[in-house]
């Protein structure tokens, strides 16, 4: 069974959103709202994906329960606080400066769910409850420590802190990271000290397994922050759920290169099977980067990259639910826009401008893919 798609069109916006449904009572959604019309001022456009999402909750989502949102804004600091006072949704929620390359100031991605109970737990983290499971979600995290390295230690320290406080931990339950870096050239490099040596100490090592994870550039209303997360982790799953992706023919392990996190992550339920791939870029499977200078070529070894590793986890392009691209150069839009418009059109995507942590890559992208398991071996979603 494939996804179901369709594009609608809303006052002064348009939505891209897919559906996973198969036959049981938790129905899964990916939308992704875009504003129609580039040249209206900022309060109309965010009034603009505001009102699409309300219509679609009162429509095509009815029933539907959001669990994760992500706000992409052309400019952070002068946006975000209108965000925060208009948007009361109870969800988590992650806003970020990654510009939207159609011209536009903002666009929202949102994941939903049918028939689950939600709340904010007491670590703060946002619950999602269905069956056994406890889904934890969390946005925007930040602090204001000294730099790029300390900021990142605290993130983690804290998070780790959060999820002992709901019976978790890092290792066991933490299934995919978001790393936003402000100015990624110049503080990336303290982002990937501060996790790999936080990880060493929580057991996760290159002979036992790291995170699904996208380190990408973007910037917080404050330019002080330097370093932002959202993570998602699961309460109650068993460690013979989680399985881990990695397309040795076409990529290699990111300890080569003295980084730590997971190509991409499969979860297994009784009713379905959930894989996140990480921000996936064009390389080998000897870290080098193919393709330099050239967005067309790297945008196509991108998109078979991303290729082997869903098919490592039995799974396809149609099978994907949303897709975030992100772009370095500006410039590059117009050829990346046409090759996925000629491939990808009728799935929930969007480009932002968002540098990769390798100058050299031109483009990068991360994906949610969700399939009907058969095979009743474990607990349902």
Request: proline share 2%; glycine share 6%.
């Amino acid at each position: 069974m494939s996804l179901q798609r369709k594009t609608l069109q809303l006052e002064k916006a348009y939505a891209t959103i897919s559906l996973f449904d198969n036959g049981t009572e938790v129905r899964e959604y990916h939308a992704m709202i875009h504003v129609g019309d580039a040249t209206l001022p900022y309060h109309e456009q965010l009034e603009a994906v505001l009102n699409a999402y309300n219509a679609l909750l009162d429509g095509e989502l009815k029933g539907a329960r959001c669990v994760f949102k992500r706000y992409f804004l052309s400019d952070a600091a002068n946006q975000t606080d209108d965000i925060v006072l208009n948007d009361v949704t109870d969800c988590a929620k992650s806003i970020i400066q990654q510009a939207p390359l159609d011209g536009t100031k903002i666009a929202l991605w949102v994941y939903l769910m049918t028939n689950v109970q939600t709340s904010v737990a007491g670590s703060g983290l946002y619950e999602v409850s269905h069956g056994g499971f406890r889904h934890l979600w969390n946005g925007s995290a930040h602090n204001m420590a000294a730099n790029s390295e300390y900021q990142t230690r605290l993130l983690f320290n804290e998070y780790s802190m959060q999820l002992i406080e709901e019976g978790c931990t890092l290792k066991d339950n933490c299934i995919r990271t978001w790393l936003f870096v402000n100015d990624v050239d110049l503080n990336y490099g303290g982002v990937v000290r501060a996790r790999n040596q936080f990880f060493f100490t929580q057991g996760l090592t290159n002979n036992t397994h790291f995170i699904a994870s996208t380190g990408i550039g973007g910037r917080q209303a404050d330019p002080n922050v330097l370093t932002q997360m959202d993570n998602y982790a699961i309460a109650g799953i068993k460690e013979e759920q989680v399985h881990y992706l990695y397309a040795p023919t076409h990529l290699n392990r990111t300890s080569d290169y003295g980084v730590s996190f997971e190509r991409g992550t499969y979860i297994d339920y009784a009713d379905r099977r959930q894989v996140f791939i990480s921000g996936t870029a064009s390389i080998n499977n000897k870290g080098e980067i193919m393709y330099p200078k050239d967005v067309r070529k790297q945008t196509h070894r991108m998109w078979e990259n991303v290729e082997t590793l869903l098919a490592e986890a039995d799974c396809s392009y149609e099978d994907v639910g949303y897709m975030i691209v992100y772009l370095r150069d500006t410039a590059d839009y117009q050829v990346v826009k046409q090759l996925y418009e000629e491939r990808f059109h009728d799935k929930p995507y969007v480009i932002v401008h968002a540098p990769v942590c390798r100058s050299g890559w031109l483009v990068e992208m991360e994906c949610m893919a969700v399939k009907e398991m058969e095979t009743p071996l474990v607990a349902a979603f």
